[in-house]
């Protein structure tokens, strides 16, 4: 049983670029996140999936872009990268409401120069 | 809006000594606590959390967190430190206007707990 499984593990971007961040999950969880840890700042939530083909915007969505086509798949897509989108991503699952708690990928850093 | 406060950037103990890592919330109706670990360079992993009942939680690793509703705190404390424990620890909060528990979980800051030998 994998879990949460992120891809990749590091990444280097140059202003302007795009690319898209995966998360996969076997729990066949309904509820997926994606967050962004900034020292001292703790976890902000970018976006969320309540199910396949239903998303929302978290605190801090601008710059980014979701889809959730399948249960299990969950990417993060960066349009045009800014040194500010430098962080540690996360992707999370949970099997519900929040009494279940999350269960969290490995993270990707992503570094924008 | 609901909110978790993790009042200590850094937490310093002697390995054997008792640790206390401080949490308070802020709710408006009943709250849905938790706990989570993030050893270097790898995810939060969840420690234990609080629903109802027993305000005493009991955890992973001999980690414990008490609910104090009257102080609107979720201390985790933990009886003897280990050099191990050292890693960053998250509080966070579930809660809905209704009283049940949304699907987001809001974290705190992080506190680093520093175990020295």
């Known amino acids: 049983n994998a879990g949460v499984t992120q891809t990749p593990k590091f990444r280097i971007l140059k202003i302007g670029q795009s690319m898209t961040l995966q998360c996969a999950q076997d729990m066949n969880h309904n509820y997926m996140y994606w967050y962004r840890q900034d020292p001292g700042m703790g976890l902000k939530l970018i976006y969320y999936?309540?199910?396949?083909?239903?998303?929302d915007k978290g605190e801090v969505p601008n710059g980014y872009n979701v889809s959730r086509s399948t249960t299990e798949d969950f990417p993060l897509r960066l349009e045009l990268a800014a040194p500010s989108q430098t962080s540690v991503y996360f992707c999370a699952s949970s099997r519900g409401t929040g009494i279940y708690g999350y269960t969290f990928g490995s993270g990707t850093r992503l570094t924008v120069v | 809006a609901q909110s978790v406060a993790q009042p200590e950037d850094q937490v310093n103990v002697a390995e054997g000594n008792p640790l206390t890592v401080k949490c308070t919330y802020s709710v408006s109706g009943n709250p849905y606590l938790f706990w989570y670990v993030q050893y270097p360079n790898r995810g939060l992993q969840f420690l234990l959390k609080?629903?109802?009942?027993?305000?005493l939680v009991k955890g992973s690793y001999g980690f414990e967190a008490e609910f104090n509703k009257s102080q609107t705190s979720f201390h985790l404390k933990k009886p003897s430190a280990l050099v191990s424990d050292s890693a960053l620890y998250f509080c966070?909060?579930?809660?809905?206007?209704?009283?049940?528990?949304?699907?987001?979980?809001?974290f705190g800051t992080g506190t680093l707990l520093a175990v020295q030998p």
């Open positions: 999936s309540v199910g396949a083909g239903i998303t």
């Open positions: 966070a909060v579930s809660q809905s206007p209704y009283g049940g528990a949304t699907n987001k979980l809001i």
């Open positions: 609080y629903i109802t009942g027993d305000n």
